[in-house]
């Protein structure tokens, strides 16, 4: 994987994450305030699930 693939990967990643709260930003202010309530251990079994995500569809998209 060239360094370019990365940073380019990287930019996206800014640029999904930026949608929320440019489109709504009550919605994701609501959000992160339900973020802050949760358990720590459910957050990391989100964080957890969505990089398997990630990796699966990379895989695809890579193969």
Known sequence: ???EDLFAAFALMLVLEGILPFLNPERF???LKM???M???LVRRI???S???GLGLLYLVRS
Do not use: F, P, S, T
Request: proline residues 0%; aromatic residues 6%.
């Open 1 to 3: 994987m060239a360094w």
């Open 29 to 31: 202010r609501n959000m």
């Open 35 to 37: 973020l802050d309530e």
């Open 39 to 41: 358990d720590d251990a």
């Open 47 to 49: 964080g957890l699930v």
């Open 51 to 53: 990089m398997i995500v």
